[in-house]
């Protein structure tokens, strides 16, 4: 069977080759098979698709399984004939491509060709995606008159949802490339004949999309440029380009910041390097201290008044207080329900810090979420005002004080606890990772009644346990920081 491309092949393809092989190759590999978090997100994107399918009244689905390949082109074609309003999935073939358009309207001298994300902006990545569908269409003998990126509007605010999408007008920015579309379907069903392609590593591994098979592909070495402190994808490809794959390969002359060359010291001595400065930079947590972290829902269809698209909503706080003997006391929320937590979790959180003088947070996130709730908590804006005014931020410190080699050029609060304080690990936690404790809230609060008992009775308990270890793990690092701080 010759192999056939689809819409999400193609930008693969695009993206780049080997990335489509294997995607072709391996359907079955496990980089490929979705965890929660992606899951989570195709399920979010299905949401807003049949929500968009409701601003376009009359109009038809083609509801048939997506191998029924022949059956959805037929039926197209039927209701075109047929003048149907809108199809939906309206399916087409042509140069062993197959495309099923998410929104296909009839108009004057032809037809207009929507494609729906389910991102808050139309982006540059869009554009591919629209580019083969026009291809194919026109292939096919439908001509498109106007092209849209159906998207999520920013400026959307819960409850009213009538303005949840806004349409960005793409028909002007797909022309340019209309004219390569044949040349690379052709090259991506050769390559596919093929054996695995040889693709060096570069910048298309990390856009516009992370690449699944980064392990396969990418070195694991601790020296690898990529692992240079706030490199980020692009600069660290330019390295990769001229020759630069290591740290130890940069020239001397290379300008880099103090936290860089702090981490190459590090690394060429192979041990941590305090700075002097930590003793006093630690003093800001020197008073009554509390440690708070917060996991959030975020939802592409918004839920609680005033949430936009995407935003990011509080759900669940744990907050650890220092007794000033040694000791600490523990508080902790997590929303149960679907109904609006922000006013609880705040009330809560306000009397749980309400003796701290200061209170520690790792990254400015708490602060933003805290801003957040003094909108959507109006009642509680002086208490939340007071709360901001004592936090105090451990993050920075670190950066700017302390570099350890198994820091591996990032300052995220496992890497730094991995190293500073090894015998405390999220080893025996079923949930390790904020996103999926992001996505397990939202299925508890939004889905719950299909969660049986037990299994919701065990995720709150995951989550609880998860949210009380990062505070934990904020107290550990303190107190380590403490004791290098005081080590000659
Ligand atoms: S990691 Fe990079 S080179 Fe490897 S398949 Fe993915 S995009 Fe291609």
């Known amino acids: 069977m010759p192999h056939r491309l689809s819409k999400s092949r193609y930008t693969a393809g695009v993206q780049c080759h080997k990335l489509l092989w294997w995607k072709v190759h391996e359907p079955l590999a496990v980089e490929l098979q979705p965890d929660k978090v992606l899951q989570d997100r195709f ?5 807003v698709g049949t929500l968009a399918r409701t601003r376009f009244p009359g109009g038809v689905l083609i509801d048939l399984p997506h191998t029924a390949v022949a059956e959805r082109v037929k039926l197209t074609r039927k209701l075109i004939d047929d003048g149907a309003p809108a199809i ?11 495309v099923a358009v998410d929104i296909l309207t009839p108009q004057e001298g032809g037809f207009h060709l929507t494609e729906v994300k389910s991102s808050s902006s139309q982006k540059e990545e869009h554009l591919p995606d629209a580019a083969v569908q026009v291809h194919v269409l026109s292939r096919s003998g439908i001509h498109i008159t106007g092209v849209d990126v159906m998207h999520l509007n920013k400026e959307c605010h819960f409850p009213d949802l009538s303005n949840l999408f806004e ?13 390569k579309i044949g040349w690379e379907i052709d090259a991506q069903l050769a390559m596919l004949d093929g054996p695995l392609p040889d693709v060096p590593i570069g910048l298309q591994c990390h856009e516009p999309y992370k690449c699944p098979f980064m392990e396969r592909c990418w070195p694991k070495d601790a020296g690898h440029i990529m692992r240079l402190y706030n490199i ?3 600069k660290g490809c330019d390295f990769l380009l001229t020759g630069v794959n290591r740290i130890s ?15 190459i010291r590090a690394m060429k001595e192979g041990r941590i390097i305090v700075e002097p400065s930590l003793k006093e930079a630690l003093g800001a ?9 917060f996991e959030t829902i975020m939802r592409a269809v918004p839920v609680w008044p005033g949430m936009a698209p995407w935003e990011q909503a509080p759900a669940q706080f744990s ?15 997590l929303a149960e329900g679907p109904k609006d937590c922000r006013p609880e979790l705040a009330r809560a959180m306000v009397e749980a810090t309400k003796n701290a003088e200061r209170v520690a947070t790792y990254s400015a996130f708490e602060k933003t979420r805290i801003r957040g709730l003094q909108e959507a908590v109006p009642e509680l804006r002086a208490e939340l005002e007071a709360l901001e005014g004592k936090l105090v931020d451990l993050l920075p410190v670190v950066r700017d004080n302390v570099y350890h080699p198994d820091f591996l050029g990032s300052f995220s609060l496992k890497y730094v606890l991995h190293s500073l304080v090894p015998e405390l690990t999220y080893d025996d936690l079923v949930i390790v990772d904020g996103l999926v404790a992001s996505v397990e809230i939202a299925r508890l609060l939004f889905v719950a009644g299909k969660i049986p008992q037990e299994e919701h009775d065990r995720v709150r308990q995951d989550l609880l346990n998860y949210c009380e270890r990062d ?3 904020m107290v550990k690092v303190l107190e380590r920081l403490r004791e290098l701080a005081s080590t000659p």
């Open 285 to 293: 947590f020197d008073c009554r201290l509390g440690f708070l972290d």
């Open 319 to 333: 907050y650890h207080e220092s007794n000033g003997d040694g000791t600490y006391t523990h508080a902790e929320y």
């Open 88 to 98: 939906f999935e309206a399916s087409f073939l042509a140069d062993n491509t197959f």
């Open 232 to 234: 980020g994808p692009k």
């Open 471 to 473: 505070t934990w793990a």
């Open 249 to 263: 390969d940069l020239p001397a002359t290379q300008k880099l910041n103090v936290t860089q060359k702090r981490q």
């Open 43 to 47: 399920d979010q994107g299905a949401q």
């Open 167 to 179: 349409c960005t007008d793409v028909t002007a920015a797909v022309q340019p490339l209309l004219g």
